[in-house]
């Protein structure tokens, strides 16, 4: 915890706070990863499992003083660690058959619901609509936007 400078430190504790639903200074460890992508860093739950994430929630809890532990070492990792856009970019051109940049809403759906680190339906609503992510008249949408908007993260005006 001594390496993160004293803003990260308050911050972190800010969004730990939020996360204590029932206020007891402490947060379901299923919630790591959400905790941590909050704060700015693109964090997957395979590597937020390998440090404490449980796969389901009501499992196990932890407290601030546990979280800012690993908030600290993913904070000191480089941040080619995660994805980049560039990583994002060379993945979705696999499914861009023109080459124009752009791809199939429901091809990106699919992709996204099945392969990897797989998200809910839900989940992928929820992106959508944070991104004003819209086909355009022939199903396509452009993956360009869609990433960067995605990388800005839930508040890209604080960025």
């Known amino acids: 915890m001594a390496s993160l400078p004293q803003d990260k430190i308050d911050d972190a504790k800010q969004v730990f ?7 007891e200074s402490k947060v379901d460890a299923h919630h790591i990863g959400d905790m941590l992508r909050s704060l700015g860093l693109a964090v997957t739950n395979a590597e937020c499992e390998k440090r404490g994430q449980t796969p389901k929630p009501g499992t196990k809890t ?17 941040e080619k660690t995660w994805g980049t856009y560039e990583d994002f970019m ?20 699919q992709v996204l619901v099945a392969m990897a680190e797989k998200i809910t339906p839900d989940q992928l609503d929820e992106i959508m609509k944070s991104t004003d992510t819209k086909e355009d008249s022939e199903g396509m949408m ?9 990388l800005a993260g839930p508040f890209p005006q604080d960025n």
Request: aromatic share 16%; glycine share 4%; hydrophobic share 40%.
């Open 90 to 109: 060379e993945g979705l051109k696999l499914y861009d058959k023109e080459s124009n940049g752009l791809l199939s809403l429901a091809e990106l759906s």
């Open 142 to 150: 452009n993956y360009d936007v869609f990433v960067r908007k995605v």
């Open 62 to 78: 932890i407290t601030v003083e546990e979280f800012l532990a690993i908030y600290s070492e993913f904070f000191k990792m480089p």
């Open 17 to 23: 706070e939020v996360f204590d639903k029932k206020y």
